[in-house]
T-cell receptor, first 110, second 115 residues
Framework: GEDVEQSLFLSVREGDSSVINCTYT??????LYWYKQEPGAGLQLLTY?????DMKQDQRLTVLLNKKDKHLSLRIADTQTGDSAIYFC??????????FGTGTRLTIIP | ETGVTQTPRHLVMGMTNKKSLKCEQH?????MYWYKQSAKKPLELMFV???????ENNSVPSRFSPECPNSSHLFLHLHTLQPEDSALYLC??????????????FGPGTRLTVL
């Protein structure tokens, strides 16, 4: 079955770049997503990338996809305190199932 | 704001109670989902409705009963729950489950505690 893995924790100094990594096992994934969950809130869609792309940039966010290694990353430039949250990677299979990772808790160090 | 609302935001119930969670989406979507988020576990998909028809039930115990009266509303009826059912229950919606570029949008969740 599908499996999506992420590191549980990441600490980054304010102003630095954050890189959150994700690996997945389903080579037939069609789309890959990054969601952000702030305390007490639901999941907010940040960005997504189609599986035939290798990079997508949206303001401070850069998504890199290495399909050969089944590795997805989210880079947040100039990390701010408001970026503190749990970040979930998710992959979508051809049968429309969405599989989420366990999430990476990003902590910003002042 | 996500366009997906959930009520109540917090719920505490005993094991013998009956309660319902409500989800409403204002995005004109046709698919709605219930997920369970437990600590240190990936999100678990519970139910999927597409155009008001239930298309998935991922081996969810019968003490959870979904209802989708129309494309904008989704309910999760709860009865005789167990303490291990305590979790954050997230509702999501998307345009069309079968569309190639379908993207899910989530509500804020209902934090459920079963005593």
């Amino acid at each position: 079955g599908e499996d999506v893995e992420q590191s549980l924790f990441l600490s980054v100094r304010e102003g630095d770049s954050s890189v959150i990594n994700c690996t997945y096992t389903d080579s037939s994934s069609t789309y890959l997503y990054w969601y952000k969950q702030e305390p007490g809130a639901g999941l907010q869609l940040l960005t997504y990338i189609f599986s035939n792309m290798d990079m997508k940039q949206d303001q401070r966010l850069t998504v890199l996809l290495n399909k050969k290694d089944k590795h997805l990353s989210l880079r947040i430039a100039d990390t701010q305190t408001g970026d503190s949250a749990i970040y979930f990677c998710a992959e979508r299979s051809p049968d429309e199932k969405l599989t989420f990772g366990t999430g990476t808790r990003l902590t910003i160090i002042p | 704001e996500t366009g997906v609302t959930q009520t109540p935001r917090h719920l505490v119930m005993g094991m013998t109670n009956k309660k319902s969670l409500k989800c409403e989406q204002h995005l004109g979507h046709n698919a709605m989902y219930w997920y369970k988020q437990s600590a240190k576990k990936p999100l678990e998909l519970m139910f999927v409705y597409n155009f008001k028809e239930q298309t998935e039930n991922n081996s969810v115990p019968s003490r959870f009963s979904p209802e989708c009266p129309n494309s904008s509303h989704l309910f999760l009826h709860l009865h005789t729950l167990q303490p291990e059912d305590s979790a954050l229950y997230l509702c999501a919606s998307s345009q069309d489950r079968t569309s190639g570029s379908d993207t899910q949008y989530f509500g804020p969740g209902t934090r459920l505690t079963v005593l």
